[in-house]
């Protein structure tokens, strides 16, 4: 079926290589695309600098937006919402795949399935390749949950979907009803911004954002945040929110995407009574918070936590970008400037500037 550029990552002490590979003929239920854009996620900065480790030779990248290039047999003829699909079609993907038949998938957690495949994260073997989005093409499987999207998205904006976006959406589901609620979000980098304007679209009274990075914070402000407290000053996060909440003396909800233990304990204090707080930051080895118990029952707080999301948060992420991609400027978050060549300069780009995402064209629109 012809050839294809891939970006193979060995290992932290290596660059990326540049490579070509040919195009296997696609399996049952496969479906090929031709990807046009990657954006870089955080894990992708991690496994690149090995802070994280991958299976390896692979290929990172897995917030990707591409079309629909060719069916493989038996391939999916309708996307998550029932649309058809046909060849061109613009899609976003999960970043999982994994058989909904299983206990987890049942319950609502495909992404804890036993069988879970995970794009960019996998291994390239002679039976598995083109999983990762630093490549021309990517091999959807069966059971990949598919969104055909709005031609009318930005390339950029419309590769964060399917992990930044749908991890959020995944996020204010665990949260529940946010309307009428006063909201904390506790780091603004990538995740914590778009919470921000999802919490504010999903109706929340009033909502806070922290982060010991000022820049960010005013950023922030853009994406529907009533008072930044920037905690770096010297100040406690207590003080500072009874300082600017205008009378508030709790928040009902806290979304952590910070991770910090300090900045989760920190926040938990502020919830009053009923309040509920997410844990989505997390993601790595680090000391145990100190909760206080009597407070968690007295209060009757609520503690979820959030690891990836489901079919259901890919859906609300794309709904949300289609609706609110003229109210919020989610195209300043991504730094658009290098081609699949570069990859190499991508991330020592990202990992240098430490912005928001670093996208890389991959195959221009047709
Ligand atoms: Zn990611």
């Not at 970043?95 to 995970?118: H, R, T, V, Y």
């Not at 914070?217 to 008072?227: H, N, P, Q, R, T």
């Amino acid at each position: 079926m012809g050839t294809c550029k891939i970006v193979v990552f060995r290992s932290a002490d290596q660059p990326l290589a540049l490579t070509e590979t040919v195009i296997p003929l696609l399996k049952e239920k496969e479906i090929l695309i031709r990807n046009e854009y990657a954006t870089l996620c955080r894990s992708d900065l991690y496994t690149y600098t090995g802070k994280r480790i991958e299976k390896n030779p692979t290929i990172l990248g897995h917030e990707i937006v591409g079309r629909i290039e060719a069916f493989g047999p038996g391939a999916p003829e309708r996307d998550l919402r029932g649309n058809s699909l046909k060849i061109g079609d613009r899609i976003t993907w999960a970043i999982f795949a994994s058989n909904p038949e299983s206990e987890f998938s049942k319950m609502g957690m495909p992404q804890k399935a036993e069988d879970l495949f995970k794009y960019g994260h996998e291994q390239i073997t002679p039976d598995s390749s083109l999983h990762g989005g630093l490549s021309q093409f990517t091999i959807l499987r069966k059971h990949t949950p598919i969104i055909k999207i709005s031609e009318s998205l930005a390339l950029p904006v419309a590769a964060i979907i399917n992990c930044a976006v749908a991890t959020v959406s995944g996020a204010i589901r665990v949260a529940g009803n946010l309307s009428g609620k006063n909201v904390l979000i506790c780091g603004t980098g990538m995740l914590g911004i778009i919470a921000c304007a999802m919490a504010r679209s999903n109706g929340a009274s009033k909502v806070f954002a922290t982060d010991t990075n000022a820049e960010r914070l005013v950023i922030s402000k853009e994406f529907g945040v009533d008072e930044i407290l920037e905690t770096n000053s010297g100040n406690s996060l207590k003080d500072l929110f009874l300082e600017k909440s205008d009378g508030l003396k709790s928040i009902h909800t806290l979304i952590d995407f910070s991770g910090s233990p300090d900045a989760m304990e920190e926040a938990f204090g502020l919830l009053g009574i009923g309040g509920t707080a997410v844990f989505i930051g997390a993601t790595f080895p680090q000391r145990k918070i100190q909760i206080d118990a009597e407070q968690v029952v007295r209060k009757i707080l609520t503690i979820k936590g959030l690891h990836n999301y489901n079919e259901q948060d890919l859906d609300t992420a794309v709904s949300f970008i289609e609706e609110n991609q003229g109210i919020y400027p989610f195209e300043k978050l991504i730094y658009d400037g290098f081609s699949l060549e570069q990859s190499n300069e991508a991330f020592l780009y990202a990992l240098e500037k430490n912005d928001f995402r670093v996208g890389i064209t991959i195959n221009s629109s047709k």
